[in-house]
């Protein structure tokens, strides 16, 4: 295995990749080590990611309307409720 230090991150970065490490259940270096494995691996250019606007944040109503706004709405029929669980069994 080969080391390597990454110099000048900026708190945010670092910030961002300790809460996506905690977010797998990993360390911050771990989650680093997991991206550039990924990007290293597919190839994936800068600019591609550059055009995906990861760094824009979308609130969880702006997601609801953009799927809503794309596929539509629709009424979900629920069937009445029948009959009753049944007999339970009581421990004493």
Do not use: C, H
């Not at 494995?37 to 600019?47: C, D, F, N, P, Y």
């Not at 702006?62 to 009445?80: N, Q």
């Amino acid at each position: 295995m080969a080391s390597l230090t990454i110099r000048n991150i900026d708190e945010q970065t670092k910030r961002a990749l300790r809460l996506r490490g905690a977010l797998r259940g990993t360390s911050m270096e771990d989650e680093a080590r997991a991206i550039l494995r990924a990007i290293a691996k597919t190839g994936v250019s800068l600019e591609d990611l550059a055009s995906l606007n990861v760094g824009e944040s979308e609130s969880a109503w702006e997601a609801v309307k953009r799927l809503r706004d794309a596929y539509g709405t629709f009424e979900i029929s629920v069937p009445e409720r029948s009959g009753v669980a049944g007999e339970r069994i009581v421990f004493k």
